[in-house]
């Protein structure tokens, strides 16, 4: 079972069709694609840290003259870590554009979980 946090508008309705389901948990499509995936969900002050924070790993790599075996294990760390927290940083960017929690759903797959928090069982 996956666990999603719902989170829709303060001002809308519990049983709003517009709701946004988060998976709780590790972000595959993060970890691959880094800032690409936050420009997806339009966070653009995630993607500016995140192209920040990838590019001063990069320039102390090359400063410090890592082996490639080094370079690859820092990045590794880097992207596991942005694959770690990526829903976090999601969850928190829509906090900021007005959506609250609603609940806590959980189901096979998105599709389940939007059938339990709509029709019932919550």
Request: net charge neutral; glycine share 12%; proline share 2%.
């Amino acid at each position: 079972m996956k666990i999603f946090t719902v989170h829709a508008r303060s001002w809308s309705s519990a049983g709003d069709s517009d709701a946004i389901f988060v998976r709780e948990g590790f972000s595959w499509p993060a970890f691959v694609f880094g800032p690409f995936w936050a420009l997806w969900f339009g966070m653009w002050r995630t993607t500016i840290g995140l192209l920040l924070v990838s590019g001063a790993v990069s320039g102390i790599v090359v400063v410090t003259g890592m082996t490639d075996g080094a370079e690859l294990a820092v990045t590794l760390a880097l992207q596991t870590t942005i694959g770690l927290w990526a829903n976090d940083w999601r969850r928190y960017a829509l906090g900021r554009r007005d959506f609250n929690e609603r609940a806590v759903v959980s189901g096979r797959n998105q599709q389940d979980a939007e059938e339990h928090y709509f029709v019932g069982g919550r």
